[in-house]
């Protein structure tokens, strides 16, 4: 298994067992506490209609596949997700039973090789770093970039905030997240070899009992 993280990180697999199991309890919920995902839908709509027609995108965190993975496939393009979560898998299938769906750890994400995905026109990378710590965000976001193919586009997003592998209760359970001030995270992302060729942000106030208003960060970026 080591293989599949070499150069990520020292090399060592990060355990995100407990992200994993609070993503499947929370299951179906989730897109009932985030119904308004105008900001997502905003950037997935800029990565569908900039890609040439049929691209292949990978859809990075894709959960129940709904809004992104679904809005890729209908604008024609090919879909590949990943996800941490069985449960949020098992969802994604269902809601977009076009797609091609895989339980991968970010880290692991490799082009080549035993597990490989492949290279894509396009990736969907929607509040996945949030659940990294910092320290891994930078590799993560040189991953993703290896697998994109020359002038690939990657669209993100963040919550805005001064946070690093903090806990906070999330729709009844625990989960660890990270953040960026908007300008750390645009120096993050240009470090990784990705111009931004746009950007959004959106205030937003999640419909869950325990879930606090957020500004959502979205960047718009091509591969350098």
């Not at 990180?9 to 199991?21: K, V």
């Not at 959960?63 to 996800?83: I, Y």
């Not at 996945?128 to 290896?146: C, F, K, N, Q």
Request: glycine share 14%; hydrophobic share 40%; net charge negative.
């Amino acid at each position: 298994m080591s293989e599949g993280y070499e150069g990520y990180g020292g090399g060592a697999a990060p355990d995100r067992t407990g992200q994993a199991e609070a993503f499947d309890a929370i299951g179906a919920r989730y897109d009932e506490a985030f119904p308004h995902k105008e900001g997502q839908l905003a950037a997935g709509e800029w990565l569908a209609k900039t890609l040439p027609p049929g691209s292949r995108v990978l859809d990075v965190g894709c959960g129940t596949g709904v809004p992104t993975a679904r809005q890729l496939v209908d604008a024609g393009h090919t879909v590949v997700g990943v996800d941490l979560s069985a449960t949020m898998l098992g969802l994604a299938r269902r809601n977009v039973p076009e797609g091609e769906f895989h339980q991968r750890d970010i880290a692991g994400l490799r082009a080549e090789g035993p597990g490989g995905l492949g290279t894509f026109d396009g990736i969907t990378c929607f509040f996945t770093l949030l659940m990294l710590p910092r320290a891994e965000i930078p590799h993560a976001l040189a991953r993703l970039r290896s697998l994109l193919r020359p002038g690939g586009l990657l669209s993100l997003s963040m919550v805005e905030a001064d946070l690093d592998d903090t806990a906070i209760p999330f729709l009844g359970r625990t989960i660890r997240v990270s953040g960026f001030r908007r300008d750390a995270l645009r120096e993050v992302v240009g470090a990784a070899g990705l111009d931004i060729a746009g950007e959004d942000a959106y205030a937003y106030e999640p419909a869950g009992p325990d879930a606090h208003p957020e500004h959502q960060l979205f960047l718009n970026c091509r591969r350098a």
